[in-house]
């Protein structure tokens, strides 16, 4: 048969795989990783505590203040629960308790509806009170 100018041509089918694209996205992902790992190396080096395990003696029990929404103090501590106080009797209370145990730890616990600046208050209370080690309690939400 005579071939004619606008014929096709069967050719046979190429079974290899083509890596090309394989080796092109490999390139571009190793330029990826070369220029971001000297960012995720970049920080500042700290020293990080070891495990605290000594155990909570009784003398080393938390202050746990309670700031409720209408503004009134109730502070538990390790002679009373829930005794009422003022702005003024925390700072002397937190003072002599400090005295007796220099690593008080105290928790705040403050309802929802509190303004911000009341907390704040508290807080500055503490800290003017020498105490470093404050916490602050929220309630867990249930779970379904």
Do not use: W
């Amino acid at each position: 048969m005579a071939r004619h100018r606008f014929t096709r041509t069967q050719k046979s089918l190429n079974s290899q795989m083509n890596v090309v694209p394989y080796i092109d996205v490999m390139l571009v992902l190793l330029v990826i990783f070369m220029v971001t790992a000297p960012m995720m190396t970049t920080g500042v080096e700290i020293s990080l505590p070891a495990e605290n395990t000594k155990s909570i003696k009784q003398s080393d029990l938390p202050v746990i203040i309670s700031l409720q929404a209408d503004g009134t103090l109730y502070v538990s501590h390790k002679n009373a629960i829930d005794e009422p106080m003022d702005l003024v009797a925390l700072d002397g209370l937190l003072r002599q308790l400090y005295a007796e145990n220099n690593e008080l730890q105290v928790m705040l616990n403050a309802d929802a509806r509190n303004p911000y600046s009341q907390i704040m208050a508290v807080m500055a209370r503490i800290q003017q009170a020498g105490i470093s080690q404050v916490s602050l309690l929220s309630e867990t939400k249930p779970t379904k």
